[in-house]
């Protein structure tokens, strides 16, 4: 498994990049894609640096455009772990599907981000230990916007969180699913981002254990399970 790994790496350390076809979506769909070009290797790093890889993850990407951040959380994550990249753009998906074809770990979804339960069901999966997105939830209306949140919030189990990076933060008075967030404005990018990290509390499970949240300096959210 190592060596097939170390070949996911290689391929992600040298991608194909789709300029051309992100900036002609940006024009047909300024509001669906959100940005002119993909997000710099600075925020990308930033917003990986949220998630503990520590153990195999379960993580859902909204919107993952070109696949930029896409790539470098399967870059990171280890063996066992499962990234499902939801992208409504028909192109954009076949090239996700093409980039990541080597990668059984990765699983592109042509459809929208509301599918979520649906597809963990298929693939036997109960939760995700994170949810990335960059699809600019502030153009969509409120009931799709809430039932998003709900759903996104019900996908995450107990200590795991829901990243995002916006243009504007005015998620955060929507997300009230959520008890902890985290934001910080990043310049590095063009334009510059919200990067808020949305946790969902730890959860009693039994007598036996809990599963408990843990914020590190950098904002990371590691999972930790205690007996």
Aim: net charge positive; hydrophobic share 40%; charged share 25%.
């Amino acid at each position: 498994m190592r060596s097939s790994l170390d070949k996911v790496a290689a391929r992600v350390e040298h991608p194909t990049f789709m300029s051309v076809l992100f900036f002609k979506r940006f024009l047909q769909r300024p509001f669906q894609v959100a940005s002119i070009i993909p997000s710099s290797k600075a925020l990308v790093e930033r917003v990986s640096s949220k998630m503990d890889f520590s153990e195999p993850r379960v993580i859902a990407e909204y919107g993952p455009g070109e696949g930029v951040h896409s790539r470098e959380i399967a870059r990171r994550m280890g063996p066992g772990s499962t990234l499902l990249l939801f992208e409504l753009d028909p192109d954009l998906s076949r090239d996700l599907e093409r980039q990541f074809s080597f990668d059984p770990r990765v699983h592109v979804i042509n459809g929208d981000a509301a599918r979520l339960p649906e597809e963990l069901a298929r693939l036997g999966i109960d939760e995700c230990d994170y949810i990335v997105s960059g699809i600019p939830f502030s153009i969509l209306d409120l009931t799709k916007k809430r039932a998003l949140l709900q759903k996104t919030y019900d996908a995450i189990k107990a200590g795991g969180a829901f990243i995002i990076y916006q243009v504007t933060n005015e998620l955060r008075q929507h997300a009230t699913h959520f008890q902890h967030a985290d934001s910080e404005y990043f310049l590095q990018n063009i334009p510059p981002m919200f990067i808020t990290v949305f946790s969902k509390s730890e959860k009693v499970h039994g007598r036996n254990g809990h599963a408990r949240a843990v914020a590190s300096q950098n904002g990371r959210v590691a999972l930790h399970h205690t007996a």
